[in-house]
């Protein structure tokens, strides 16, 4: 069975730029949600989506946005880049989302903004 | 709101001493407890888990307890080796109208010096 496989892995923007990055979860699996990690903050939490629709979501500006495909492929968009949006990104994907459910995750993009 | 803290933020230990990590949550609702290790370079992984019937739980030389009254819940590696070095996460399952999302905890680099 295919992991969580996020693309692309490395992505380097200029300030003001947008971005797009995919996540592709295990099959099967309808939820995924994304998260930035930055060194110091962790794991932070920017949206879930489950079949198509955006079920949860953190504490981040508009900028962040995200959307999910009918075969379950999401991905998550940026716009008008900061350089404080460098970090890496990772997705993770559960069976439903629902409790007690393991969340695998992806590699991660790493997304430098210079 | 919300809210998952986790200490230490960094950890070195002497090969074949034993690690402790603890987090706390504040969502008294939360009933699953999952910790992912993080090698460096690599995706967060599920190393073990709890949930709230459960005060204690022990896979080889890994062991999570849980205290739901103090909203405290403690990772514990036995015998470490270097092969333990990596980044740990703890989280929380909150539940939000019907569905779930984690918090995580902000990390702990742990090092185990041969």
């Known amino acids: 069975k295919a992991g969580v496989t996020q693309t692309p892995r490395y992505l380097i923007k200029t300030r003001g730029q947008q971005v797009t990055l995919s996540c592709s979860p295990i099959s099967g699996h309808r939820s995924v949600s994304w998260y930035q990690q930055t060194p110091g903050q962790g794991l932070q939490f920017l949206f879930e989506y489950f079949s198509e629709t955006q079920r949860n979501k953190g504490n981040f500006p508009g900028r962040f946005s995200g959307r999910q495909f009918s075969n379950s492929r999401s991905e998550m968009n940026v716009s008008t880049l900061e350089l404080g949006d460098s970090a890496l990104y990772l997705c993770a994907s559960s069976h439903t989302g629902a409790r007690d459910t393991e969340a695998f995750f992806g590699q991660g993009t790493r997304l430098t903004v210079v | 709101g919300e809210n998952v803290e986790q200490h230490p933020s960094t950890l070195s230990v002497q090969e074949g001493d034993s690690a402790v990590i603890k987090c706390t949550y504040s969502?008294?609702?939360?009933?699953?407890f999952p910790w992912y290790k993080q090698e460096l370079g690599k995706r967060p992984q599920l190393i073990i888990d709890?949930?709230?019937?459960?005060g204690e739980k022990k896979d080889q030389r890994i062991a999570v307890t849980l205290n739901k009254t103090a909203k405290h819940f403690s990772l514990h590696i036995t015998e470490t080796q270097p092969e333990d070095s990596a980044v740990y996460f703890c989280?929380?399952?909150?539940?939000?109208?019907?569905?779930?999302?984690?918090?995580f905890g902000t990390g702990t680099r742990l090092k185990v010096l041969a």
């Open positions: 989280a929380a399952q909150y539940s939000l109208s019907g569905t779930y999302k984690y918090i």
């Open positions: 709890i949930r709230s019937n459960v």
């Open positions: 969502d008294s609702a939360s009933n699953y």
